[in-house]
């Protein structure tokens, strides 16, 4: 790490810090929320519900709520129940992803399909949809309601466009950008949009949190497909190489592919298309992808869109403390640790 | 079969074409509806979808919420959507059902974990679940809403407290009338009880018709659950056995279990206790069962709460041509072949 990277990066935790202390108040509203609505006369949801919110990283979904609920100056409460709603809608996501994916660790984890079963995290997937869904009535907004549903529509569709076989991996990116605004960006899109709504914000303004979640959106799922194949992760201990293992076909190769000699090419093809590979070939995937210089290159496609995601914030809302805040967490999304 | 039941059973097949035929323009609204909106930008989601409603059956819990809507003399549009909505929720609990089970058919059709995966039925469940939520909103009823989110949460609660150990079989039938009630007699109440919502209907009709389903649902899963014994069944190259090899404690069990003598309790205990069983136990399973007439008996408490459904609908609505099909349909649930 140069010493520059050092200095960005306490600046983006604390950008991080930040978020979290000007949220907190209302994010210990929203854990006691779900702590009480995954209680259940079937014990077992409550724990694999848990342990699953638990796993599922640093909660950057209902925080993005719970802030832009801030950056609107709202003042009721429906907010802490749509930022619990964003929760359990990323958490059925989490616990049926598991299952199709066969993952066995999440983040260092045992997942819940690893610990209690298929059926158990299915189940309490379904379950946690429900509690969303009921969660979204309490905020008594049709709009609201609409974008929401239309959410788990669009994120369930997302993920079937991914299980189609690829075909071409040289045409593949526009498929592959409409699969990350589906099954990624359209939940971060909604839960910045949506407080706007509760707070009957200006039309220009609703539009613009939405904006400003969909490109954040993106680029997170840019930069987490550019983690999979970083050798910065592997040496912190992460997991890499899951993307490749499954056959899916991300960012980081597509780019590598663009530039490979014919060899290389034929390697991907193989790998990819025809589904031929074994986990030892990961580690020649990680090395073409490093060559081309192609995990850069998806980090600079990133920055792209964290920047029309600022622009969208500049367009709509005056400086403020929450406003420079909610464009702190830009960078850090960017910059997690390559 | 005897004579008697022979005539019965004319009567009572009657009893559902008359139901299809006094529901069955709206019924092709729905069906046009339901064809719609599996349309998606995944062919894969339309496919699945439509294999799976063509595969689930007479499509019962639909046609009960059109024609509870006209015995509310419900004037508007609503209902078409409420049913197609009602039957998504169904379908989506069929595809998670029969991944969860390891189905590889239903009513002798493959199911779609058997023809597509696992990956695809979770996903085209969460899809549907996803679109029949978009399907309430266009009610704009919070009533409804609030019944049908419920509905979906106690629907996976019911499905998660059957995956827990069954511990004692003497003391499992209170348990075990909760889990059906949640998994299957919900829903049924839930689509019976919208349309007298949507159509402003007095307190004790909503009430009544809620009653009506709630109960004819038990009975409907009470009969599923001795038809599962049924060697007539059988002859009819019908599925059985099913429950037995999955460890599913049901009531002629339950019931075959009270009058056996310590030899077969033995053998309860160590099949679905301790889940010590092998394909061929059915047999013997299905024997004991026959030998204390627990089928009949499990239709004799069937039978008990379509006549709790009668009283439900008399007690509320004048007799009328709807009236007496819905009271019919009653027959036909607990008259299917044994």
């Known amino acids: ?5 050092i200095v960005n990066n306490i600046q983006l935790s604390s950008a991080l810090d930040l978020l979290r202390d000007v949220i907190q108040p209302d994010m210990l509203k929203v854990d006691k929320l779900v702590q009480d609505l995954t209680v259940s006369k079937a014990k077992l949801i409550h724990e694999v519900g848990l342990h699953t919110i638990k796993s599922g990283g640093k909660r950057l979904r209902p925080m993005l709520t719970l802030a832009c609920a801030k950056l609107c100056n709202y003042t009721g409460e429906s907010h802490i129940d749509l930022a619990a709603c964003v929760e359990f809608f990323h958490t059925a996501t989490l616990l049926h992803d598991d299952v199709i994916d066969k993952s066995n660790l999440r983040r260092g984890n045992p997942t819940a399909n690893n610990l209690w079963g298929n059926r158990e995290s299915i189940l309490v997937g379904d379950y946690l949809l429900g509690k969303a869904f009921q969660l979204i009535g309490r905020a008594k907004s049709l709009r609201v309601y609409e974008v929401l549903a239309n959410a788990s529509v669009v994120i369930s569709e997302g993920e079937v466009l991914q299980l189609a076989k690829v075909q071409d991996i040289d045409n593949f990116e526009p498929y ?31 539009l613009a949190l939405r904006e400003y979640g969909m490109n954040l959106g993106i680029a997170f799922q840019l930069v987490d497909d550019a983690l999979d194949y970083s050798a910065k992760q592997e040496k912190l201990g992460k997991a890499v190489g899951d993307d490749f293992r499954e056959g899916k076909l991300t960012m980081p190769v597509m780019l590598a592919y663009k530039k490979a000699n014919s060899d290389e090419k034929n390697f991907w093809h193989k790998k990819i298309i025809e589904n ?29 869109y964290t920047q029309l995601a600022k622009k969208a914030l500049d367009n709509s809302f005056p400086d403020s403390f929450v406003k420079n805040i909610l464009t702190d967490v830009l960078g850090f999304v960017v910059a997690r640790e390559f």
Chains 1, 2 share one sequence.
């Open 1 to 5: 790490m140069t010493k520059t990277n």
């Open 176 to 206: 592959y950008m409409q699969i990350i605004k589906a099954k990624t960006a359209e939940l971060f899109a909604s839960a910045c949009e949506v407080p706007a709504i509760i707070s009957d914000s200006a039309e220009s303004k609703i």
């Open 276 to 304: 031929n590979r074994s986990d030892d070939d990961f580690k020649v995937a990680q090395k073409l992808v490093e060559k081309y210089g192609a995990i850069e290159a998806t980090i600079k496609k990133a920055t792209y």
